[in-house]
């Protein structure tokens, strides 16, 4: 048998929703999380908006996670938790039942949100709340896995760089499952504050909406966004010898370093088209086989141009029959957590052939002129979907998802 890396196990926390099916149908119906920031008072910032997780996380964590383990983490380690928890109770696996040395933990963790918003932090506590390794080490010891288990921060890529590490182990022989994905949240005043001071935020606060942009003429910054996306990878042969559900097969990806700005992405998406090029040749694939992007979308005056340019760069005149949407639209930026989110919502598509439409797109910048899937979602036969994610500091990764 094949060693294929199959996909067995997909959540998703994010404003739109505490489980899986809650979010994909409000992501497929164009509804936006996007709302007036309640963690704190933004009544001092120039961007006062954010997707947050619903308030009813709180409630719905206590009854995971174990009063102890719970202060010992910070609110967004317990998004992380409680998603993996969710994730491998609806993946049917049983650790029981594997060898607990060939299953992985891989997370991509920018930071653990102790920020200034962080409630219930004290010395007993501190240490383990700002340990970046916090996250994956919980799960481990959740269920007593032996293999590897590491963060890894590489800004918005973190948790697609998390899933290719993932499927490498996989692919070398080293895991037989590999829990993967990231989690994130910087709706607070320090960072929101120090985004817009680089001009990066909309400051577009009524309605709110609203602001979130990607492809459009009048789009004026990203949306910060929270959660958490888990994707349960699995070799073939395990998949195959517990008869579990698979979603989709990730058959690549790409990776690279644009090694040129810390901000700024290389000039008419260079490097971009260079990493989709690169996961093409990865998963040998065909460009004319792509049928669908999850673009990083971010509704920034240069993503959103760059990304562009560099699909039609790397698919010529395909690129005009490619279906492209930004999940961003609704969930915002979620950063640490995009490429788990996102890479689970195009697992979706390819499962169930429907493409999530990029809401808040009614006048198109003229430079743009791709098939953006503006406003409704479509129904589409997908085979194979590539989800982007290029961050600051020029770290890319394009992930490939096939119909299995």
């Known amino acids: 048998m094949s060693n294929k890396v199959l996909i067995t196990g997909v959540n998703v926390i994010s404003s739109l929703g505490l489980d899986l099916q809650t979010n994909w149908e409000n992501l497929l119906n164009g509804q936006s999380g996007v709302k007036k920031i309640t963690l704190f008072d933004p009544s001092d910032l120039q961007t006062q908006i954010a997707a947050q997780v619903p308030d009813g996380f709180e409630q719905y964590s206590t009854e995971r996670i174990k009063k102890r383990l719970a202060r010992q983490m910070t609110?967004?380690?317990?998004?992380?938790?409680?998603?993996?928890?969710?994730?491998?109770?609806?993946?049917?696996l049983n650790f029981e039942d594997l060898d607990k040395t060939r299953c992985a933990v891989i997370l991509g963790v920018v930071n653990t949100g102790n920020s200034s918003v962080e409630k219930g932090t004290d010395l007993k506590n501190v240490i383990l709340k700002n340990m970046n390794n916090a996250m994956s080490a919980w799960i481990s010891l959740e269920y007593g896995l032996k293999g590897p288990n590491y963060t890894v921060a590489t800004a918005c890529s973190s948790s697609g760089y998390a899933m290719g590490l993932g499927f490498d182990l996989i692919k070398s022989g080293q895991a037989d499952v590999v829990i993967t994905g990231g989690a994130d949240s910087?709706?607070?005043?320090?960072?929101?504050?120090?985004?817009?001071?680089?001009?990066?935020?909309?400051?577009?606060?009524?309605?709110?909406?609203?602001?979130?942009r990607p492809f459009s003429k009048n789009r004026d910054g990203f949306v910060?966004?929270?959660?958490?996306?888990?994707?349960?990878?699995?070799?073939?042969?395990?998949?195959?010898?517990?008869?579990?559900?698979?979603?989709?097969?990730?058959?690549?990806?790409?990776?690279?370093?644009?090694?040129?700005?810390i901000m700024a992405p290389e000039k008419d998406g260079e490097g971009m088209a260079y990493t989709i090029e690169l996961a093409l040749k990865n998963a040998g694939?065909?460009?004319?086989?792509?049928?669908?992007?999850?673009?990083?979308?971010?509704?920034?005056?240069?993503?959103?141009?760059?990304?562009?340019?560099?699909?039609?760069k790397v698919f010529g005149d395909h690129a005009y029959k490619i279906p492209i949407s930004s999940n961003k639209s609704m969930i915002g930026h979620t950063v640490?957590?995009?490429?788990?989110?996102?890479?689970?919502?195009?697992?979706?598509?390819?499962?169930?052939?429907?493409?999530?439409?990029?809401i808040n797109l009614d006048e198109k910048d003229p430079e743009l002129d791709l098939d953006y899937v503006p406003n409704v979602y479509r129904e589409k036969e997908i085979l194979i979907a590539l989800s982007n994610s290029f961050a600051f500091g020029g770290h890319n990764v394009t992930l490939v998802f096939r119909k299995y």
Request: net charge negative; aromatic share 6%.
């Open 75 to 92: 609110r967004v380690t317990r998004m992380c938790y409680v998603c993996a928890k969710d994730a491998v109770e609806q993946s049917n």
């Open 186 to 212: 910087i709706i607070n005043p320090e960072e929101i504050a120090g985004f817009n001071e680089l001009y990066a935020l909309s400051v577009e606060n009524d309605p709110p909406e609203k602001a979130s």
């Open 224 to 261: 910060i966004g929270e959660g958490a996306g888990i994707i349960i990878l699995e070799s073939e042969k395990s998949a195959k010898t517990r008869n579990a559900k698979i979603y989709a097969e990730l058959a690549g990806y790409g990776m690279s370093s644009e090694g040129y700005n």
């Open 285 to 312: 694939i065909d460009k004319n086989d792509v049928h669908y992007i999850n673009a990083h979308g971010t509704s920034t005056t240069l993503n959103d141009k760059y990304e562009t340019l560099a699909i039609k």
């Open 336 to 358: 640490g957590a995009a490429g788990g989110i996102e890479g689970a919502f195009t697992v979706l598509s390819v499962l169930n052939n429907k493409i999530p439409p990029t």
